[in-house]
């Protein structure tokens, strides 16, 4: 079992950074893939980025490639999303997931969900 607190949104104007964490607790035990998602209203959930807490590979949407960058602190047990240069197309509430299955950026794959937190990106 897995427990995901996420927090650090906000509204921000273009170009601007903004800084998202996602507190894990429960199951440390076990590896597995931990990831961003986000969603506006009326669209499905798409994937922003992901990596595997048993070190490895990072994965992004081509979207946010060169811009956004996923990170892991295991002594804070935290999950980061480090979002620069924002766009007002990034504008969403943003999730923190977990999963077993794989580490690619589908909702299929996480079975854990924080609670979102809002991004607002203003031009």
């Known amino acids: 079992q897995v427990t995901l607190v996420d927090s650090g949104g906000g509204s921000v104007q273009a170009g601007g950074s903004l800084r998202l964490s996602c507190a894990r607790f429960?199951?440390?035990?076990?590896?597995?893939?931990m990831g961003w998602f986000r969603q506006v209203p009326g669209k499905e959930r798409e994937g922003v980025a992901a990596?595997?807490?048993?070190?490895?590979?990072?994965y992004y949407a081509d979207s946010v490639k060169g811009r956004f960058t996923v990170s892991l602190d295991t002594a804070k047990n935290t999950l980061y999303l480090q979002m620069n240069s924002l766009k007002p197309e990034d504008t969403a509430m943003y999730y923190c997931a977990a999963g077993f299955r794989s580490c690619a950026l589908a909702t299929v794959n996480y079975r854990y969900w924080g609670q979102g937190t809002q991004v607002t990106v203003s031009s």
């Open positions: 429960g199951d440390r035990s076990s590896n597995y893939c």
């Open positions: 990596l595997y807490t048993g070190g490895g590979s990072t």
